[in-house]
């Protein structure tokens, strides 16, 4: 293996490490950092959703932006870019978003739960590969949202700013909904929440960790770099629950989560496959848009969107309990189909500019 190859490890190793401190400090049972669940909470507490058990302003994810932002200027990887595609960005967020939520998690809380055991997320997982081999395709195929150009420095560091402004309003002022019972009611001490999604924004710009990418490239390129940060994540996990007894083999019993294998596994599809043509799954879209990415930007308003209509609109799945089997309402199985069918239009409708008409568009630069 080469160098680069034992520096992944160590990343997957240390995102493993800081989802179990995490977990230990409060944050729910198997959703450790899950990056959809933490957008939908902060959905709520902004009041964008009134879903009482699923509001809180979640330091991680503001801390994965402001940690992507402060490395990328430190390098100097840091780009302020805009102008690919920007509407169509903002409603493949919100397919990522509809579709994690009907199958309870992002890619990061798949791995989460498949390392504690959760068959669930192993049919999830069925879903999600699917996704990104049709995004693959249509890349393959053509399918091209367009290049992003420079743009003013400062563009970039407004979502970084703002979510910071976020952080310090929630700490100082009641402006904000949060929880008293429920996932949003569970999390790990202010501070060291932060201090994580710093640690892990740092940790996922410089691997460019992309859970959809790691796929991706195996399919294009027989690359397994981007694969061996999630391996190196899984095994962490699945050594830790092993070793503390947390690991349980089952569909049923687990935390938040349902065994409706069909929206399940259609519900990961919609995430993989919108990742793909999006150019990066939830968590790699965060700290794109950290490091001066303003086009992530505009797909993190998506989710965020997308969140506060999954729950506003009854799309989001329930888990299961001892007296419901859970999953998706009526509602969330259309929103995932029609989702779907979206993706198509997407990923099989838009293709690459021909070269002359891209230098007309592009005034000669390509």
């Known amino acids: 293996m080469s160098k680069l190859?034992?520096?992944?490890?160590?990343?997957?190793?240390?995102?493993?490490?800081?989802?179990?401190?995490?977990?230990?400090?409060?944050?729910?049972?198997?959703?450790?950092?899950?990056?959809?669940?933490?957008?939908?909470?902060?959905?709520?507490?902004?009041?964008?959703?009134t879903a009482a058990p699923v509001q809180y302003i979640r330091p991680e994810i503001i801390g994965i932006i402001a940690g992507a932002f402060f490395i990328s200027l430190a390098t100097h990887e840091y780009k302020s870019t805009a102008g690919s595609s920007p509407a169509i960005r903002f409603v493949l967020g919100m397919i990522m978003m509809i579709g994690s939520l009907v199958f309870l998690g992002?890619?990061?809380?798949?791995?989460?739960?498949?390392?504690?055991?959760?068959?669930?997320?192993?049919?999830?997982?069925?879903?999600?590969?699917?996704?990104?081999?049709?995004?693959?395709?249509?890349?393959?195929?053509g399918f091209s949202l367009g290049r992003s150009s420079r743009t003013l420095k400062y563009n970039g560091g407004v979502l970084p700013a703002l979510m910071l402004l976020l952080f310090i309003l929630s700490l100082t002022t009641s402006l904000f909904a949060a929880s008293t019972k429920g996932p949003g009611s569970l999390h790990a001490p202010v501070f060291l929440s932060l201090a994580a999604g710093l640690i892990v924004g740092a940790i996922g710009q410089k691997a460019r960790t992309c859970f959809a990418g790691s796929i991706r490239d195996i399919i294009l390129l027989k690359n397994f770099d981007l694969f061996s940060i999630i391996a190196a994540l899984y095994v962490t996990l699945l050594v830790f629950n092993i070793a503390s007894g947390n690991f349980k083999v089952s569909f049923a019993g687990q935390p938040i989560a349902h065994s409706q294998h069909l929206w399940n596994i259609l519900g990961m599809y919609a995430t993989g496959f919108a990742a793909v043509l999006a150019g990066g799954c939830p968590f790699r879209q965060l700290v794109l848009a950290g490091q001066g990415a303003t086009d992530s930007a505009v797909t993190f308003l998506g989710m965020l969107i997308g969140a506060a209509f999954a729950h506003n609109f009854k799309f989001a799945a329930a888990g299961a309990t001892a007296t419901s089997a859970g999953g998706p309402s009526i509602n969330g199985k259309i929103a995932v189909i029609v989702c779907i069918g979206i993706l198509f239009l997407i990923g099989f409708g838009i293709k690459r500019e021909t070269r002359k008409k891209a230098v007309r568009l592009q005034g000669g630069i390509l």
């Open 5 to 49: 190859n034992y520096k992944l490890i160590a990343a997957g190793f240390a995102v493993g490490l800081i989802c179990i401190i995490l977990a230990l400090a409060g944050n729910p049972a198997n959703m450790a950092f899950c990056i959809a669940c933490f957008i939908r909470d902060i959905a709520g507490g902004l009041k964008l959703q």
């Open 106 to 141: 992002c890619p990061l809380r798949m791995v989460i739960r498949m390392a504690a055991g959760d068959l669930n997320a192993y049919v999830g997982l069925i879903g999600f590969i699917g996704g990104v081999v049709t995004g693959t395709f249509a890349l393959k195929k």
